[in-house]
């Protein structure tokens, strides 16, 4: 009932196909940005944050987050690709005194201190009136972490920077692994109910098309399984100043309109504005309605180094849109290939080929070394290199570009191989490496080991190699 109350004040409507409520409108939500100069600053205490970025083992979908003060504590690389959907704060009051307030963005609610009698109610409820009447943005002097709302954390933006949208590379139609009241509750709800499309179906950008269309339209071929059933063309529209919807049109089929395929597509899709998420190189997301734009911060890296591709110090051009060699499978669909490893131009054939290159410096080459592919669910690192003269473990994290130039970068594959890197440093503990690689060691995997003299080896013996080390200096 209170969605449909939302939805009324909002847009004039609330309700289904079977029953819709119209009515002249009354009253206009408040804005998000007055909320926050009213509620949220001071100490933030607590925070719900839900993620913008391509769904990935490597990262949470759903975070909440407490603490003395968020503020401070938010990661400046790794919360950027996330939104506070709401947030609790302890406010300074005009009185001198200290209120802890919550705002909920997505559900549109306040809340603050329980209340006893009806007359404390209606006390409580002027003041919080008077703090939003009162509201001011913050000056421009004041510090980022200070300022309200949260900082670091993407934002939404106005529907007039729609034309700001480019590079659209990902379509996503993600319902959420976790539900709210699970996570504010303690308590376990029934699973999410996926229709068939969510559950089979997937979208994939089609990057020469996209390209051709106007910015803000992305084009994907939509698939069951792997069957490519339709050419869809999606495009976020303004609905209000702070809401869009996404439109979507097909361009050509592949199966029969009556196909039980294309039906299930079709009835996802009427529930196109709320779980489909359109993604943006320009650093923008569509998601729920809304446009949010990503805040990105500089992050420092130390020791580039900095290495040529085409050509390669091997002298061979790699491409840096192929991540792993592929071959022509059933029903014509190119599949991962792991025994042609070095053997194409792919990035994975580029370690191979290269490796002495990569793991060495002016002032310490290394001239052994063992090369072992560990690529897969769960993987400790695309590839890990061992220098047993030199005592030194390196991970290697591959991940081929999708949208980047010259100037840009590839704004999903970056975050997620920084992300991977950063989450599997644990595993240059020798223990942890040692047993990481026999567990994940398999009968497709176990002979995907290379040596610098070319002598035959595998995991088992990179293990052993490996197990002399102790104790072991730990490379990077």
Known sequence: MRQRLVELISFGSAGDDRKTISLSRTAEPIDRETLENAFVKGRTKSAWLDGLHVPTELKADRKVLSGPNLRYALDHFDDQTFLYSAAISEVPQASGEIARIGVSHAKGTLWTKSTKTFDEFADELKSLVKAIRTAIADPKTVADLERAGLPVVAKPAVTASLPLLSDGFDVGY??????????????????????????????????????????????????????????????????????????????????????????????????????????????????????????????????????????????????????????????????????????????????????????????????????????????????????????????????????????TISVTPFSEVVSQATKNLRNFDHGLLIQGINDRTTDRNKDLVWRQDGTATNRAKFCTELDKLRPMDEGA
């Open 174 to 407: 993600e319902a959420p692994t976790t539900q709210e009241t699970e996570l504010l509750t303690g308590e376990i709800s029934e699973p999410v109910l996926l229709d068939e499309w969510q559950r089979r179906g997937s979208f994939v950008v089609n990057e020469a098309e996209t390209a051709k269309a106007r910015p803000s339209e992305i084009i994907a071929g939509a698939y069951f399984d792997s069957i490519l059933l339709a050419t869809i063309r999606f495009e976020p529209v303004r609905r209000t100043d702070t809401s869009v919807e996404i439109l979507h049109r097909v361009l050509s089929y592949e199966v029969d309109k009556a196909d039980e395929r294309m039906v299930a597509l079709d009835k996802s899709l009427m529930k196109r504005n709320t779980n489909l998420t359109l993604r943006y190189g320009s650093g923008h997301v569509v998601q729920n309605s809304v446009l949010y734009a990503m805040r990105f911060h500089d992050v420092i890296f130390e020791n580039w180094q900095w290495k040529k591709f085409a050509p390669a110090a091997d002298g061979k051009k790699y491409k840096l849109r192929d991540e792993k060699p592929t071959k022509r499978g059933g029903k014509g669909k190119m599949v991962y290939a792991p025994e042609l490893i070095g053997k194409s131009d792919s990035l994975f054939c580029y370690v191979r080929n290269n490796i002495a290159d990569l793991i060495s410096t002016a002032s310490h080459p290394v001239n052994d070394w063992q090369l072992l592919c560990d690529d897969g669910s769960g993987e400790i690192a695309d590839f890990i290199a061992l220098s047993s003269n030199r005592k030194l473990v390196t991970f290697i994290h591959v991940k081929a570009t999708k949208t980047g130039s010259a100037t």
